[in-house]
DNA sequence: GTCTATAGATAGATAGAC
DNA sequence: GTCTATCTATCTATAGAC
């Protein structure tokens, strides 16, 4: 073991993410990053060659548990709607910070090749929900069911509520959805 | 008349929105807008002292014809949900490039005095569509319900496919709060 | 009302010493 | 792996001529 390695990559990471969510991406500078770490920015380039790597590096665990959640959920098939979106809320909940980055400035994100991915797993959420082809009604349910459980899962604080408004916030997505919840869990 | 007055002022407001809507408003800088209508920047300070007071010009009617709404509601009272939400839908319709460049940067604007705003209209329909003091379950379902019907608000594309999408967005919204729709309109 | 010219700040990024 | 020093680009905003 070579010592603890990546210390500093890491804590790069953490600083990085956490003023990434507290006000957005872009309006965070590396130059602010590097202050609050006490290293210079030059520090930082040694260790990311670019602000876009840094970035991607962050969002990269979000993608990866999204698109394993929608592999999974495609093998399965016929999955109940409620343990989709059970699923999609706790993905959401588990990469809060990272959401609300995203969501703080959506601008610089078209910059990077991210929302093309994101608008990916909306058409697959939706196919999963209400197959290939959806009317306007089944579209709009779907927009709502989804939306509504994500800002759900973005807006609880903390843990102790969590669950209470996640089941609360399934429940209104079965109804927007016009699914039967009873008997699923 | 004094001929057409104001007419560079209205040209510098249009170019301005489409901009802002279609990139977000932080990447949008003076120089661009300017460049766009064939004058230089500096002529632009002559009309708007700062880029923040042009911002602001923008959102104001938005302000106007929502509050001139969350007013008029709650003086009525015991508005009918699908009613209000119909409503709501229409302002946001209505004002959909000026939502666009909102939801690019909210970073920007919570730089400015319009988040706590924006934080206050919520506040209000969720206290018209729910009662005050609502339980989680109720919170969910309002999230669901308003943020779901300014999604699909904003989402259509055409004026002709609009109301097809506003009926279903406002049947899954009050599905999502479990008020009965039949009878109302 | 519109222009040129420029101030003043800050951003991301790089070179090269240590 | 971290530093100092610096580059280049771009931004908002202002001063003052026309």
Known sequence: MPRRENDTRSRIRETALELFA????????????????????????????????LLTELIQPLFDDVETLLDDAERTGDLAPRVLLGRYFDVTARHRALFLALLYDLGTLIELDVVTRIFQWRDRLQRLLVGPAPRPAEIAACTLAVGGVQDCAITVEGPSAAEEYREAALDAACRALGVDTAGTQ
Chains 1, 2 share one sequence.
Do not use: C, M, N
Not at 31 to 51: G, V
């Open 22 to 53: 507290s006000q957005g991406v872009d309006k965070t500078s590396l130059r602010e990053i590097a202050e609050r770490l006490d290293i210079t920015k030059a520090a930082l380039y040694y260790h990311f060659p670019s602000k876009k790597d």
